[in-house]
């Protein structure tokens, strides 16, 4: 029975582990895409102010 509740905890902490990796991804993702964005609109806000 034992060995069956450590797999079971095993198996949490893979689910909590990739979990965590994939929302980091996601974190990462965003705020690259808006690090892309502001420097995309302040070369435009600068095109225009030319």
């Given amino acids: 029975m034992s060995d069956q509740i450590d797999a079971l905890f095993k198996g949490f902490s893979g689910i909590a582990d990739s979990s ?3 929302t ?3 974190v990462d993702t965003i ?3 808006s690090d892309l964005g502001s420097s995309a609109i302040k070369g435009v806000t600068d095109a225009v102010s030319k």
Avoid: Q, R
Wanted: glycine fraction near 12%; proline fraction near 0%; avoid cysteine.
């Fill in 31 to 33: 705020f690259a895409g």
């Fill in 24 to 26: 980091k991804a996601i």
């Fill in 20 to 22: 965590i990796k994939l």
